[in-house]
Antibody
Framework: QVQLQESGPGLVKPSQTLSLTCTVSGGSISSGSYYWSWIRQPAGKGLEWIGRLSTSGSTNYNPSLKSRVTISIDTSKNQFSLKLTSVTAADTAVYYC??????????????????WGQGTLVTVSS | DIQMTQSPSSLSASVGDRVTITCRSSQTISSYLNWYQQKPGKAPRLLIYAASNLQSGVPSRFSGSGSGTDFTLTISSLQPEDFATYYCQQNYNTPWTFGQGTKVEIK
């Protein structure tokens, strides 16, 4: 059973960089054709996909955040990470890491978030 | 970006009721549509992928249908543990986008 766990500071000052790590257990982060995503949710609001990467290094980012986001992977530690620069109060949210599961339906790849971390609250405040 | 719109935003229902939630995309997305359930303080849980495929371990009272731009999540007989917020999500094009959520409350 794959498990994901987010870790990192719960409080970040405005204009600084938010850094989170997701540790994957119960399987190798390198196995299969999976992508690994970050998703966030401000309190009382909906879900926003931040971006994802594959173990081959391919990345996709949400254009709304692309200039500030970097997602990287450390296969030796079975971890992937999120860096979000120049944060403001609008970046305060629960941050989730998740696996992009994949299934082929009529020859096309369908992705879905099949495993999630429990989420970690990051507050941006001075 | 593809916009996802759910309706209703909230609903009240009783145990045993049949509940239907709809999701509409701003452009055609074939069957690239997933459904999630989220309870307070918890991560979302995958219910349905590729519009109509039940994720392993999810009760059969949940079902999904639709293609193109219009999709439906149905709970055939609402159970106490089903009171939660439900989200649709498209995986046709990045950025992946979610609906705003539908909160299912106890009547």
């Amino acid at each position: 059973q794959v498990q994901l766990q987010e870790s990192g500071p719960g409080l970040v000052k405005p204009s600084q960089t938010l850094s989170l790590t997701c540790t994957v257990s119960g399987g190798s982060i390198s196995s299969g054709s999976y992508y690994w995503s970050w998703i966030r949710q401000p309190a009382g609001k909906g879900l926003e996909w931040i971006g994802r990467l594959s173990t081959s290094g391919s990345t996709n980012y949400n254009p709304s955040l692309k200039s500030r986001v970097t997602i990287s992977i450390d296969t030796s530690k079975n971890q992937f990470s999120l860096k979000l620069t120049s944060v403001t109060a609008a970046d305060t949210a629960v941050y989730y890491c998740a696996r992009d599961g994949i299934t082929m339906v009529r020859g096309a790849a369908n992705y879905y978030f099949d495993y999630w971390g429990q989420g970690t609250l990051v507050t941006v405040s001075s | 970006d593809i916009q996802m719109t759910q309706s209703p935003s909230s609903l009240s229902a009783s145990v045993g009721d049949r509940v239907t939630i709809t999701c509409r995309s701003s452009q055609t997305i074939s069957s690239y549509l997933n459904w999630y359930q989220q309870k307070p303080g918890k991560a979302p849980r995958l219910l349905i992928y590729a519009a109509s495929n039940l994720q392993s371990g999810v009760p059969s009272r949940f079902s999904g249908s639709g293609s193109g731009t219009d999709f439906t999540l149905t709970i055939s007989s609402l159970q106490p543990e089903d009171f939660a917020t439900y989200y649709c999500q498209q995986n046709y094009n990045t950025p992946w986008t979610f609906g705003q959520g539908t909160k299912v409350e106890i009547k």
